[in-house]
């Protein structure tokens, strides 16, 4: 099968489903594959109990976990707190249908705008972001304090406007075309 195939029955496969405790062990395989420094399995049931303020995810193929993701919400802001695929199923675009869901989800929750932090060399992830309207607007140094290396700050604007999501739509249209 072409890549392009290939991708497109992953995307037909794949489902985004409310992170569970049952999915942890399988999200915690693959936190300890993608960061130097892992977020412990507490971190993530602490998050999954603050189910008004927070929307954590999961994308699944059948019964496995390939990817998942975690919003926090903070009055009109959603700050993206992760945004994880395991390391064999990149470049299927799991990162974005997870990415989809948290923008969705955030606005329906009455987010105003998307922010988050990501490493200044992580130039992959940041052409995602850029793809669903993020911008830089600053930098923290150090912030990523086991490597030392600096942080970008993005921000995603006005989610709530019409016109963002007929942005969202067509990355979605896009990834779901057979061309
Ligand atoms: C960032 C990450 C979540 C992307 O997930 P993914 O499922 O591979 O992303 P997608 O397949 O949906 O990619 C969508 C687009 O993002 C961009 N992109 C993603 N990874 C890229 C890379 N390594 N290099 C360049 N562009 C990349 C491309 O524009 C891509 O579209 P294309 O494949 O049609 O060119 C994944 O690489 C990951 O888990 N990385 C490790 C953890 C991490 O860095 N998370 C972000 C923390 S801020």
């Known amino acids: 099968m072409s890549d392009a195939g290939e991708r497109l029955s992953v995307v037909r496969a794949l489902r985004v489903v ?11 395989r693959i936190e300890h594959e993608a960061y130097p420094r892992p977020w412990s399995s507490t971190l ?3 998050e999954l109990s603050q189910r008004a303020s927070r929307r954590y995810a999961v994308a699944v193929v059948g019964p496995r976990v390939v990817g998942y993701a ?8 959603g700050h993206v707190n992760t945004l994880t695929v395991d390391p064999v199923w990149h470049r299927h675009g799991i990162g974005t249908l997870l990415l989809l869901d ?6 329906t929750r009455g987010a105003r705008h998307l922010t988050l932090e990501v490493r200044a060399g992580n130039e992959g992830a940041q052409a995602l ?4 309207g993020f911008a830089p607007v600053g930098l923290r140094r150090n912030y990523y304090s086991e490597t030392g290396e600096d942080a970008i700050v993005m921000w995603a604007r006005d989610i709530d406007d019409e016109r963002y999501a007929a942005r969202l739509a067509l990355i979605e249209q896009q990834l779901r075309s057979t061309k």
């Open 102 to 107: 948290l923008a969705r989800v955030a606005v």
């Open 129 to 132: 972001y850029r793809k669903f």
């Open 44 to 46: 993530f049931l602490s």
């Open 70 to 77: 975690g919003l926090m919400l903070v009055e009109e802001d």
């Open 18 to 28: 409310p992170m569970q405790r049952r999915h942890l062990r399988a999200v915690m």
